[in-house]
């Protein structure tokens, strides 16, 4: 076991140093001068100049690079020059909220898809089969800009039930001692339960966005994969030696059906974690997509080549950690790796 | 005796696209405590909606309309889920064609029965695992408490089925439905599997239905048969009468066309059918000097898969010797000019990879395979498709449904070669040729621009034959042509195949694993074992005085009706 995520770790090595050279290639070739936009509108071309050797934009980019990697390898991702701090405390800061946001959203929307597409692969061509269409199709259809701020609108300045959309806890708590970063099990942690209460009421909304949003995919792949399960032979068996419903449809067709949907899920977790911007930017969540994209805005190099590679990294560790679970899985692909 | 299950006027009709279909019609089947009664029938026939219908599995689309199922004094046709839930597995159990497939993949084979005497309260939870290993060994699987923790995939068919009667078995029902048990396997397999069903069933004095298209098995494991044709019910009789002195015309026809020693092909067809032209294969012949294929000191060899070695490693053996598998081993023999030679054996014998070396689909380890004088073994598999010789043999494959793109017409797909082989064929010219081999095959015309599944399983392994005679080939691979066909099916192409092979005088390699199929076709017959040819000569010396105990044990497992 140990071996094979060894061997998995290794083959992903290439790709990391390709993401390496790309995103530092491709911020050098963006369009903007980080020189003349720190140096300010005012500034003279001396000036400027005197920024851009400050900042080491003078030298050949061999060097250049060669001092990033260099600082990679002592852990240092360089200084965002926007806020003047290290872009790995930053986005140290930062992940875990997008991570926090990323995964209640998944859980919820999981525990929505799963039993609906089941349900729908169960009674094709019922009303549950149509409401699951219909979800699915309103549930992506709907930007998630648009799904955050009805949702803002309606639970926030209608009806008032929710707390007011900024951030990740009530201004009037403080953040419960950092742990893992995840303010709910911080929380639990230190069982500070009124701090868990407003970061709960602060993560409804957005997890709500989010679970709308990827309802789809999940649902539509949990029934299309249980209706090609239900279908065969095995599944005739069971039925034949007289087993419950539920151990059908769950012990024997369920688990067979997963590999699909974790694929998805896993995909879906990959994407949100980076590209949510949009719900971050309606509900002002501190995560990593609005400071990465705040950061390209002002050509600030460093943190956009810290969030790429960070994002990379996440990626190979996803899709590793669910390659593991195809094993758990389904004993067959056990032997493959 | 007192009936076990008494099916009464049972209709079953399935809706479809084209509207209702009636599967089953108006049939009665009654069944006697310890009594064993096969349902014979073709593709089709209803044999296994009926049997579905009594276990109340029918898919969704599929619905009883009348009759009565009666089981013990209940009316299955009417019974609620819950009730008929409760039968399933405990009363009455059911196995089925193509084992592997008919266990979950995912989940532990003692897990699975497990599953069952649990939901039928058989077993505690503490004492179901002792039971399932018991219900193993009961089908006498070696290691049954190390085998209790395989899954499907690690097992070989024959394995496989054996769990799924122990899952059948577990909970000890009165009746066993086995819906073509043994329908894929090898003969020796299937041999020790039906004498297993026989013998479990009566040390539990159970009642078996054998659903099968085979009447020679029917014949050899049943007391009373039942000839089922497009869902009617058309003879039953006891098997003796059956066999001895047939009533109705189908189960004649059936007859005729079931293989059999001593049978000739041209036996096969029904009595009314128009002569086939002149068959005498041998005569036809023509005797040369230099084989048209001469195989050679062929080897194929495999690395041993680290797959194994995983398995291996759990049981704590070493898996470090590294000596290749062989698949073929050192064979040799020769095909000539106007002859059909059979290449014979059980599954993982080497018969298949052999053609397929023949075929230059795979490259050869060692040896030589002489065609026309030239060694085909000198190119390469990649580049073999654009050799010229390569038009010159041609295969036929066992699935006559599997093996034709489902977006091609007839009509393209027996162009396929002839617009792979010439430069820019006309449109016409092609169309003429195609006639021209649809014809020969006894394709109708008008069939030429159906697809695939607008074919029945004839008439698809006839564009199969077709598309295998566009080039006008010299040798043609036959590789188990009628395995998936009913056996009246069977026949006609058998016939098919001869009548084409003494018009054309082409060769074959005929790739089969039934002994009275070659018989019929085959001048000579190989017999292949773990890669290495057990035993060759000419059809009548090899089957009828076999010189190997091999080949002896494979005759006599074919299933013999009782004298």
């Given at each position: 076991m140990l071996r094979l995520i060894g061997r998995r770790l290794l083959t992903a090595l290439p790709s990391i140093v390709g993401v390496i050279i790309v995103t530092f290639l491709l911020t050098r070739v963006l369009p903007g001068d980080p020189a003349a936009y720190f140096a300010g509108p005012a500034a003279t071309p001396a000036a400027i100049a005197e920024v851009r050797t400050k900042l080491g934009l003078d030298r050949p980019l061999p060097e250049q690079f060669f001092s990033y990697v260099a600082g990679l390898a002592r852990g240092d991702l360089g200084t965002s020059l926007t806020t003047g701090r290290p872009v790995m405390t930053e986005l140290a800061a930062r992940l875990p909220a997008s991570a926090e946001l990323t995964l209640a959203g998944l859980i919820l929307s999981f525990m929505i898809a799963v039993p609906l597409g089941i349900l729908a692969a169960i009674r094709q061509g019922s009303w549950i089969d149509h409401l699951c269409r219909v979800l699915a199709t309103a549930g992506v259809s709907l930007p998630v800009f648009f799904t955050g701020l009805l949702l803002v609108y309606v639970f926030y300045y209608l009806t008032g039930i929710a707390p007011s959309p900024v951030g990740r806890i009530d201004v009037f708590y403080s953040p419960p001692?950092?742990?893992?970063?995840f303010y709910v099990i911080d929380a639990l942690i230190a069982r500070d339960f009124g701090a868990l209460r407003a970061a709960l009421s602060q993560l409804a909304l957005p997890v709500a966005t989010l679970a709308i949003f990827s309802l789809a995919p999940i649902a539509r792949i949990t029934r299309a994969s249980m209706l090609g399960v239900l279908s065969s032979e095995f599944i005739r068996t069971a039925r034949a030696s007289g087993l419950r419903p539920t151990t059908v449809v769950i012990t024997y067709a369920f688990r067979n059906a997963l590999i699909p949907v974790v694929t998805t899920i896993g995909m879906v977790f990959s994407f949100l974690l980076g590209a949510n911007v949009l719900v971050e930017k309606v509900f002002a969540w501190p995560g990593v997509g609005s400071f990465a994209i705040e950061a390209l805005i002002a050509s600030d190099f460093a943190p956009v080549q810290g969030f790429v590679l960070t994002m990379a990294i996440l990626y190979i560790l996803i899709n590793l950690s669910i390659d593991l679970l195809y094993g758990v899985i389904d004993p067959r692909v056990r032997i493959e790796g | 005796m007192s009936d076990l299950l008494d099916i009464r006027d049972l209709c079953v009709e399935f809706e479809t696209r084209k509207g209702i279909v009636r599967a089953v019609e108006k049939i009665d089947i009654s069944l006697k405590k310890g009594e064993t009664l096969g349902i014979v029938g073709e593709s089709g026939s209803g044999k296994s909606v009926t049997s579905y219908a009594a276990m109340r599995i029918l898919d969704r689309a599929g619905r009883i309309t009348s009759g009565s199922i009666v089981y013990s004094g209940i009316d299955l046709a009417t019974a609620g889920e819950a009730e008929m839930r409760d039968l399933r597995g405990r009363e009455m159990s059911m196995i089925f064609q193509n084992p592997r497939a008919a266990l979950n993949p995912i989940r532990q084979i003692g897990r699975q029965i497990e599953d069952v005497l649990i939901q039928h309260v058989q077993a505690t939870r503490a004492e179901a695992r002792r039971r399932a290993i018991a219900a193993l060994e009961q089908v006498r699987i070696a290691n049954p408490e190390e085998r209790y923790n395989a899954y499907p995939f690690q097992l070989s068919g024959g394995m496989c089925q054996r769990v799924v009667i122990a899952l059948a078995l577990a909970c000890r029902p009165q009746l066993l439905i086995a819906d073509e048990p043994t329908t894929g396997l090898d003969v020796t397999t299937q041999k020790a599997i039906m004498d297993l069903i026989v013998d479990l069933t009566r040390e539990h004095g159970m009642s078996t239905i054998l659903i099968t298209h085979d009447l020679g098995l029917a014949a050899a494991y049943c007391d009373r048969v039942t000839v089922m044709e497009k869902g009617r019910v058309v003879e039953c009789a006891s098997s003796q009468d059956i066999f001895g002195s047939p009533q109705h015309a189908y189960t004649r026809k059936l007859m005729r066309a079931t293989p059999r020693?001593?049978?000739?092909?041209?036996?096969?067809?029904?009595?009314?059918s128009p002569p086939q032209s002149p068959a005498n294969a041998q005569s036809t012949a023509a005797r040369s000097d230099t084989p048209l294929l001469r195989i050679e000191g062929l080897i194929k060899e495999y690395p041993r898969m680290s797959a194994g070695g995983w398995l291996e490693k759990l049981r704590g053996?070493?898996?470090?010797?590294?000596k290749p598998f062989r698949a073929v081993d050192d064979v040799s023999f020769d095909v000539g000019r106007g002859e059909t030679v059979g290449l014979v054996g059980e599954s993982g014998c080497g018969k298949s990879t052999t053609s397929m070396m023949i075929m230059r689909l795979l490259d050869p380890t060692q040896g030589r395979i002489l065609f026309d004088g030239t060694d085909l073994a000198l190119f390469p598999a990649k580049e073999f498709a654009r050799n010229p010789l390569r038009r010159r043999i041609q295969m036929v494959f066992q699935d006559p449904t599997e093996s034709l793109?489902?977006?091609?017409?007839a009509m393209r797909a027996i162009a396929d070669p002839i617009l792979q082989a010439a430069d820019r064929p006309r449109r016409d010219a092609v169309r003429a040729r195609c006639e021209e081999l649809a014809g020969l095959v006894g394709?109708?015309?008008?069939?030429?621009?159906?697809?695939?599944?607008?074919?029945s399983g004839g008439q698809k392994a006839r564009v199969g034959i077709a598309r295998a005679l566009a080039l006008n080939p010299d040798l043609v691979v036959l590789d188990e042509p009628t395995a998936a066909l009913d056996v009246s099916v069977q026949a006609v192409v058998l016939n098919l195949l001869q009548s084409l092979k003494e018009r054309l005088g082409m060769s074959y390699l005929f790739v089969s694993h039934d002994l009275h199929v070659v018989r019929l076709l085959c001048d000579r017959v190989i017999v292949m074992r773990s890669g290495r040819i057990v035993e060759q000569g000419k059809c009548e010396d090899v089957l009828e005085r076999p010189a190997s105990a091999y080949t002896r044990e494979l005759i006599d497992a074919i299933p013999k009706r009782p004298v």
């Amino acid at each position: 076991m140990l071996r094979l995520i060894g061997r998995r770790l290794l083959t992903a090595l290439p790709s990391i140093v390709g993401v390496i050279i790309v995103t530092f290639l491709l911020t050098r070739v963006l369009p903007g001068d980080p020189a003349a936009y720190f140096a300010g509108p005012a500034a003279t071309p001396a000036a400027i100049a005197e920024v851009r050797t400050k900042l080491g934009l003078d030298r050949p980019l061999p060097e250049q690079f060669f001092s990033y990697v260099a600082g990679l390898a002592r852990g240092d991702l360089g200084t965002s020059l926007t806020t003047g701090r290290p872009v790995m405390t930053e986005l140290a800061a930062r992940l875990p909220a997008s991570a926090e946001l990323t995964l209640a959203g998944l859980i919820l929307s999981f525990m929505i898809a799963v039993p609906l597409g089941i349900l729908a692969a169960i009674r094709q061509g019922s009303w549950i089969d149509h409401l699951c269409r219909v979800l699915a199709t309103a549930g992506v259809s709907l930007p998630v800009f648009f799904t955050g701020l009805l949702l803002v609108y309606v639970f926030y300045y209608l009806t008032g039930i929710a707390p007011s959309p900024v951030g990740r806890i009530d201004v009037f708590y403080s953040p419960p001692p950092s742990v893992t970063g995840f303010y709910v099990i911080d929380a639990l942690i230190a069982r500070d339960f009124g701090a868990l209460r407003a970061a709960l009421s602060q993560l409804a909304l957005p997890v709500a966005t989010l679970a709308i949003f990827s309802l789809a995919p999940i649902a539509r792949i949990t029934r299309a994969s249980m209706l090609g399960v239900l279908s065969s032979e095995f599944i005739r068996t069971a039925r034949a030696s007289g087993l419950r419903p539920t151990t059908v449809v769950i012990t024997y067709a369920f688990r067979n059906a997963l590999i699909p949907v974790v694929t998805t899920i896993g995909m879906v977790f990959s994407f949100l974690l980076g590209a949510n911007v949009l719900v971050e930017k309606v509900f002002a969540w501190p995560g990593v997509g609005s400071f990465a994209i705040e950061a390209l805005i002002a050509s600030d190099f460093a943190p956009v080549q810290g969030f790429v590679l960070t994002m990379a990294i996440l990626y190979i560790l996803i899709n590793l950690s669910i390659d593991l679970l195809y094993g758990v899985i389904d004993p067959r692909v056990r032997i493959e790796g | 005796m007192s009936d076990l299950l008494d099916i009464r006027d049972l209709c079953v009709e399935f809706e479809t696209r084209k509207g209702i279909v009636r599967a089953v019609e108006k049939i009665d089947i009654s069944l006697k405590k310890g009594e064993t009664l096969g349902i014979v029938g073709e593709s089709g026939s209803g044999k296994s909606v009926t049997s579905y219908a009594a276990m109340r599995i029918l898919d969704r689309a599929g619905r009883i309309t009348s009759g009565s199922i009666v089981y013990s004094g209940i009316d299955l046709a009417t019974a609620g889920e819950a009730e008929m839930r409760d039968l399933r597995g405990r009363e009455m159990s059911m196995i089925f064609q193509n084992p592997r497939a008919a266990l979950n993949p995912i989940r532990q084979i003692g897990r699975q029965i497990e599953d069952v005497l649990i939901q039928h309260v058989q077993a505690t939870r503490a004492e179901a695992r002792r039971r399932a290993i018991a219900a193993l060994e009961q089908v006498r699987i070696a290691n049954p408490e190390e085998r209790y923790n395989a899954y499907p995939f690690q097992l070989s068919g024959g394995m496989c089925q054996r769990v799924v009667i122990a899952l059948a078995l577990a909970c000890r029902p009165q009746l066993l439905i086995a819906d073509e048990p043994t329908t894929g396997l090898d003969v020796t397999t299937q041999k020790a599997i039906m004498d297993l069903i026989v013998d479990l069933t009566r040390e539990h004095g159970m009642s078996t239905i054998l659903i099968t298209h085979d009447l020679g098995l029917a014949a050899a494991y049943c007391d009373r048969v039942t000839v089922m044709e497009k869902g009617r019910v058309v003879e039953c009789a006891s098997s003796q009468d059956i066999f001895g002195s047939p009533q109705h015309a189908y189960t004649r026809k059936l007859m005729r066309a079931t293989p059999r020693p001593g049978a000739l092909l041209q036996d096969l067809l029904p009595e009314d059918s128009p002569p086939q032209s002149p068959a005498n294969a041998q005569s036809t012949a023509a005797r040369s000097d230099t084989p048209l294929l001469r195989i050679e000191g062929l080897i194929k060899e495999y690395p041993r898969m680290s797959a194994g070695g995983w398995l291996e490693k759990l049981r704590g053996s070493n898996p470090a010797d590294e000596k290749p598998f062989r698949a073929v081993d050192d064979v040799s023999f020769d095909v000539g000019r106007g002859e059909t030679v059979g290449l014979v054996g059980e599954s993982g014998c080497g018969k298949s990879t052999t053609s397929m070396m023949i075929m230059r689909l795979l490259d050869p380890t060692q040896g030589r395979i002489l065609f026309d004088g030239t060694d085909l073994a000198l190119f390469p598999a990649k580049e073999f498709a654009r050799n010229p010789l390569r038009r010159r043999i041609q295969m036929v494959f066992q699935d006559p449904t599997e093996s034709l793109n489902p977006r091609y017409t007839a009509m393209r797909a027996i162009a396929d070669p002839i617009l792979q082989a010439a430069d820019r064929p006309r449109r016409d010219a092609v169309r003429a040729r195609c006639e021209e081999l649809a014809g020969l095959v006894g394709l109708p015309l008008n069939l030429l621009d159906r697809l695939p599944h607008q074919l029945s399983g004839g008439q698809k392994a006839r564009v199969g034959i077709a598309r295998a005679l566009a080039l006008n080939p010299d040798l043609v691979v036959l590789d188990e042509p009628t395995a998936a066909l009913d056996v009246s099916v069977q026949a006609v192409v058998l016939n098919l195949l001869q009548s084409l092979k003494e018009r054309l005088g082409m060769s074959y390699l005929f790739v089969s694993h039934d002994l009275h199929v070659v018989r019929l076709l085959c001048d000579r017959v190989i017999v292949m074992r773990s890669g290495r040819i057990v035993e060759q000569g000419k059809c009548e010396d090899v089957l009828e005085r076999p010189a190997s105990a091999y080949t002896r044990e494979l005759i006599d497992a074919i299933p013999k009706r009782p004298v």
